[in-house]
Structures are given as C-alpha cells and as structure tokens.
C-alpha cells in the first residue's frame, strides 16, 4: 500500500556517488535471464489453485488450522496482486481462528501481520503478546521490530540503525538494513544492501526478487532520479507481470518521464486489477501532464469516491494516503483532519512531515513547525524532508 513521493535532495542527505548512479552493474537488477525462477503465470496459478482447494476443504471439514492456512495464501496473493478483497477475507478468517483456538501461536502470528498492515498496532501487539508465550522469540521480535518501525520507536531499533555489517546474511535482513539506510538519507548504502540481498537470493520464487527490485527502485524514486528508478521497476515487472506495486510504481515512473501512452496501459491494467484509489490518482496525474483536462478531472473524481469508500472501511491503513491525496487536491481542511488522525495513531518521520506539509498549507504555522520540529527530533534524515526546506528556514529551533 506504499508509494513514493519524488523529492529533491536535501542538504545533509548523502547523495547517490556516480558509479552508482550510473548503474554500471549489468546485473543490477539480475534479468530474468540471467537468473530464472519460477513463471509468474504458473506461479499465481498455484496460488489461486491453493486458495480454491482450502476453500473447498473448509468448507466441507471446517478447523481453525485450514481456517489460518487459507488466511495465509489469501493475504499472500493480496501482498502479490494488491486485492484488497483478499486480505479482507484473510482477516475474517484469522478472527474465526483465534475465536475457535485463543491460545494457538500461529492464528495470533498471522493474524498480527495482517493487522499490522491495516495499521491495527495495538491489536497486532496483543496477539504477539499471546503469541510469545508459546512460539519462537526470534519471530516475535520481527513481527515487533515492523510494528516499532511503523509507529516511530526508533529507540527501539538503535543497533539496527547502526551502520555496521547486518549480523547475518540474510536476504530480508540485509534489505531491513537497506530500508534503515534510507530513513537516514544514505543512498549508496542503501544500495549496496539491496544489492547484497540479491547476491545472497538463492530460491526459484519470483515474489520476494520483485519485490527486492521494486524496494529499490522506490529508494531512486524518493531521490528524485527517476531513471535510475525505471529499470528496477521494469525488471520487477517483467518478472511477474501482475505484481501490483511493480506495475504501479513503473506506470508512475514512465509518467514522470512523458512516457504517457505505455503508461496510461499500465494504470488501466493495475486499477482493473485491484480498484485502488492511490493508482486512480496517479493515472489522474498522467492525464493531467498529458494535457487532458477533462479526463484528469473525472479519473480525480473517481479517485475521491474510492478513497471515501475505502477510508470508511479501514480509517486507520488509508488515513495518510487518503491526506496526501487531498493536499495534492488542495482540499488543506480534510486533509488536516486526517493527518492529525493519522498522527495521533503513529508517530514516525513520514507522518509528521505528512501533518508539516498540510498544517503550512492551511497556514497553520504553529502547527507547521512544531511538527517539522518532531520529524527532525525523531533523528531520521529521509528524502522527503527536503519538501520541508521553506519550514527548516522560518520556524525556530526548539530550545
């Protein structure tokens, strides 16, 4: 559910050296050529095989245990193909779960990341609080650490912050690093991250290297280098094809270059494919760099009704999108509604340059640098405070 924001480089944030930016590396993204792995198409159609098969199963010799199993391959195909519907219908299931089996470890576990992906925090620690009295501590402690890092416990991270050699080669451990590097403003090693990370791939899955090459491309895409970004999120999406984030952020990429026809096809592929209302707007972004007024206008009014629908469904997960959506709109009054909501439920660098953001457009001054004062204080140095900088220069520094 994550997109990036394109931002200007900001004093004190370490730009990209040249040989990285160049990508000089041939196999950096790895092609599909270089290293196959499983066929996107086959591999969804498992999926979607499994997804019946369990259906089918619980349907006729109803458990928990079938209940979570079905939970787990749903939420998946949401996290692959971004069918909202999907991990709806994965939460209610896990809620059956736990309902039949309070104590079982893994309902708890399951159900607390799909919480945490709707931004449901304190209901995900609880689960994991129940989880840890009977499960593996080191799993306990990533699900906690994803959580810590969504609401801004930074403290609580410090030796994950500190830039030395990850303690393990581990492919999600060392992009976990590379996402850390980047909150501190260091691209290049960031980069050096990811692309150990892929280094150390070593399985025929296709998500989880997509999904590598997509964390990347988005790490170019927050720096303002778009080309650089591109072929990252065009190898991603060569390689599975329906990955919704690919598919997206490659659309959003070729917007940005005035590559509007290619474009255009993938937003009309990716909103048929999920609904999502942040893709709706982007394809509203297009029209309206296209110079097509009229279209621009109606896919942003599209956009309006999506998001009022899937904001009254989950206030929480689509409170910051749905603000940035506004702001984008100038609609400043309800997107200070929902960026006040949103801070009040998690208080990470991102929100609070969020709530900077529409608090100065609302000529909120006060609020404006108190809250460009906390994103500083939270000792993070992303891309995106660079959209600060009119703040940095006229608010006072706290005593």
Known sequence: MQTARVAE???GVQKPSAPMAAMVD???PVSVSDYPTTSAAIYLTNLDSMISEYGRVLGERPSAGLSTALAAVLYHRFKVIGRIEDAERAIGLLDDSVRAEPVEASHRLMRATAYGAFHRFAEAEEDLAVAAKSTDAGEIAKSQREIDLALGRY???????????PP??????LAHRADLALMQGDLDRANFLFRSAQIEYRDVNPVPLAWLHV?????SLRFGDVAAAKPFFAMAHQRMPRYYLATEHLAESMTLLGEYDEARKLYLDVIAE????????????????????????ARNAEAKV?????????????AQHYAEFLLDLGDTER??????????LRQDVGSWILLAQVADAGKDDARACEAWRNAIATGRNPPELAELSSLAKRCPKRA
């Not at 393990?168 to 451990?173: H, K, L, P, S, V």
């Not at 999506?306 to 689509?318: I, S, V």
């Not at 997107?335 to 801070?343: G, T, W």
Request: negative net charge; without cysteine.
């Open 9 to 11: 480089p900001v004093a």
């Open 26 to 28: 041939p196999r950096w």
């Open 155 to 165: 403290d609580r991270l410090a030796a994950d912050f500190t830039p030395t050699a």
């Open 168 to 173: 393990t080669i581990d492919f999600y451990e």
């Open 215 to 219: 964390q990347r491309g988005i790490a």
């Open 274 to 297: 999920t609904g999502n209302p942040e893709f709706i707007a982007g394809l509203a972004a297009l029209e309206d760099a296209a110079g097509n007024k009229e279209a621009a206008a």
């Open 306 to 318: 999506a998001y009022a629908e899937l904001h009254a469904r989950h206030p929480d997960a689509y």
């Open 335 to 344: 997107a200070r509604a929902l960026a006040e909501r949103n801070i009040a």
